[in-house]
């Protein structure tokens, strides 16, 4: 059973950049194993940002982040980074670290695909 601990987030301006990381304890040896972010803001559903397929490294991104999100990794500490650049006021909310053996990829945005979930980080972007 992995768990997921998050770290990054906090305040930025309009146009600025934030970087949030997930560490994954345990499931990353799956070949199917799925790492994603999703984000929820206030009276909201919870929404999918991006994944990756971490025996691959393939990524998947939603439209209205792609081109300004991106991913890297620390193999080693089975750590993934999301780098957010170009934030808007509308990319408030809090972020979610998700994870879990997901075999298609067109299920990676469904939130209850997922078994492991972080604790939240809060990003807020000021315009």
């Known amino acids: 059973q992995a768990q997921l601990v998050e770290s990054g987030g906090g305040l930025v301006q309009a146009g600025g950049s934030l970087r949030l990381s997930c560490t994954s304890s345990?499931?990353?040896?799956?070949?199917?194993?799925?790492m994603a972010w999703f984000r929820q803001a206030p009276g909201k559903e919870r929404e999918f940002v991006a994944a990756i397929r971490w025996s691959t490294g393939r990524t998947y991104f939603a439209d209205i982040v792609n081109g300004r999100f991106f991913f890297s990794r620390e193999l080693d500490k089975d750590r993934m980074y999301l780098q957010m650049n170009s934030l808007k006021p509308e990319d408030t909310a809090i972020y979610y670290c998700?994870?879990?053996?997901?075999?298609?990829?067109?299920?990676?945005?469904?939130?209850?695909?997922?078994?492991?979930w972080g604790q939240g980080t809060q990003v807020t972007v000021s315009s």
């Open positions: 345990g499931g990353t040896s799956s070949i199917s194993y799925v």
């Open positions: 998700a994870a879990g053996d997901l075999a298609y990829s067109g299920s990676y945005g469904l939130a209850n695909m997922y078994d492991y």
